[in-house]
């Protein structure tokens, strides 16, 4: 399985920004995605999942601000991220899973500026 995230950039607190991952390969042994990011200095943590059967979890951090969704047809998973605060800066990393291994897309950068 291969993994090709997009969709981040520069923004100023407050605002919004949407990232895209792209599975391509064999993607219907796929049975949960996610994103993580790994701010400046620090490990990479999780921050949103979704999980075979429906199963959405969020960082404490995120709730009510981020979104995950996916467009099975389009094998994409999204994060919506609104209400951006500069402590959301970081790398994000798109991850899937199947029954063998974890996979990880290269990361987007997201900048949040004061």
């Known amino acids: 399985v291969q993994l090709q995230a997009s969709g981040g950039g520069l923004v100023q607190a407050g605002g919004s920004l949407r990232l895209s991952c792209v599975a391509s390969?064999?993607?219907?042994?796929?049975?949960?995605m996610g994103w993580y990011r790994q701010p400046p200095g620090n490990q990479r943590e999780f921050v949103a999942s979704?999980?075979?059967?429906?199963?959405?979890n969020y960082a404490d951090s995120v709730k009510a601000r981020f979104t995950i969704s996916r467009d099975d047809a389009k094998n994409t998973v999204y994060l919506q991220m609104n209400s951006l605060k500069p402590e959301d800066t970081g790398l994000y990393y798109c991850?899937?899973?199947?029954?063998?291994?974890?996979?990880w897309g290269q990361g987007t950068q997201v900048t949040v500026s004061s």
């Open positions: 991850g899937a899973g199947d029954s063998a291994r974890n996979y």
């Open positions: 390969g064999n993607v219907f042994r796929v049975n949960r």
């Open positions: 979704w999980i075979s059967g429906g199963n959405i």
